[in-house]
């Protein structure tokens, strides 16, 4: 299968199976994602919503969180993966979106990295979730199954570079989509040490599949 034809099916397969595809996150606004997806770094969305049901009452707004301080926010995110950094970063955060932006949450990739705690990743989901910007946040599920499928090659070995290969070759209007479709597929089917070819219904296109057919899979891919 030709590398244009595998991006055909994928997106034809996915156009037609998961015509809606979301982040699993619960925000209200710009503002409550930023805050979502800095404390998702190196964990669980679940575990996220969690906190954030509870932090959101307490921190609404930017200035809310410019105006605490670290021994006061720190209980309300402890249970996260590296409070102590998250809690510095999104108290940083709240003051330069005050300070530097008005208080609104900025729309462009390369205003966004300025903030404290958010990198490229980031700033990708933040633009293409909010303004569906043609933008690739590559995490390590997309990172995982672009590979396997053979959308991107192996020798594509950081996230920006799997990052260009797939907005290189996805057509601009599915990329923000296509960001969720690789997350959860990631997620719910194509785990990193095992993933369920048996109940996977793009084994068709997968170049991972094809060349472990009938043996144990193996983690032969980083990510």
């Not at 990743?121 to 303004?131: L, P």
């Not at 070759?169 to 990193?192: D, E, V």
Request: hydrophobic share 35%.
């Amino acid at each position: 299968m030709l590398k244009k034809q595998r991006y055909e099916a994928f997106i034809q397969h996915f156009s037609e199976n998961m015509p809606v595809a979301e982040t699993e996150l619960e925000y209200e606004n710009p503002f409550q994602l930023l805050v979502a997806v800095v404390l998702s770094a190196q964990c669980t969305d679940k575990r996220v919503n969690i906190v954030t049901r509870e932090l959101f009452k307490h921190f609404k707004t930017p200035a809310d969180f410019a105006a605490t301080h670290f021994d006061e926010l720190f209980p309300h995110i402890r249970s996260i993966s590296y409070p102590n950094n998250k809690t510095k970063h999104l108290i940083g955060l709240g003051k330069m979106l005050i300070e530097d932006f008005g208080g609104e949450v900025p729309s462009t990739v390369e205003e966004l990295v300025k903030l404290p705690g958010v990198g490229r990743k980031t700033a990708n989901v933040i633009t293409s979730v909010v303004w569906q910007q043609p933008n690739m946040a590559v995490d390590t599920h997309v990172f995982r199954v672009s590979r396997r499928l053979g959308l991107v090659p192996l020798t594509a070995r950081t996230p920006l570079e799997v990052e260009k290969q797939l907005v290189k070759h996805i057509p601009k209007q599915y990329i923000h989509k296509a960001h969720h479709w690789l997350i959860l597929h990631g997620r719910y089917t194509c785990l990193a040490r095992k993933p369920k070819c048996e109940e996977c219904n793009i084994t068709h296109l997968c170049k991972f599949f094809e060349k472990n057919q009938g043996k144990e899979p193996k983690e032969q891919l980083e990510g």
